[in-house]
């Protein structure tokens, strides 16, 4: 007779069997408590954007300008 197992007997032992793994899974993550914040290298310094002719087979359009217009609300 237990292998007639009823559809919630069924549920529930998948709920317990995903609450288990999931407990596994966070105690194994590591937290990490350091807040610096992610930056590049320093000693890179400034890196001009390539030209086309710097890159084969590609075409790079020329940077947009932004509109000069006032600071209108509407």
């Known amino acids: 007779m237990s292998e007639d197992k009823g559809v919630r007997e069924l549920e529930r032992e998948l709920k317990e069997a995903r609450i288990r ?3 596994t899974a966070d105690s194994r993550i590591e937290k990490n408590r350091d807040f610096t914040v992610g930056t ?3 000693n890179m310094g400034f890196k001009p954007r ?3 002719s710097g890159i084969p087979n590609v075409i790079l ?3 947009k300008n932004k509109k ?3 600071n209108i609300p509407f």
């Open 21 to 23: 793994e999931k407990t």
């Open 40 to 42: 590049g290298d320093p």
């Open 61 to 63: 359009l020329p940077k």
């Open 50 to 52: 390539p030209n086309s």
């Open 68 to 70: 000069q217009s006032e």
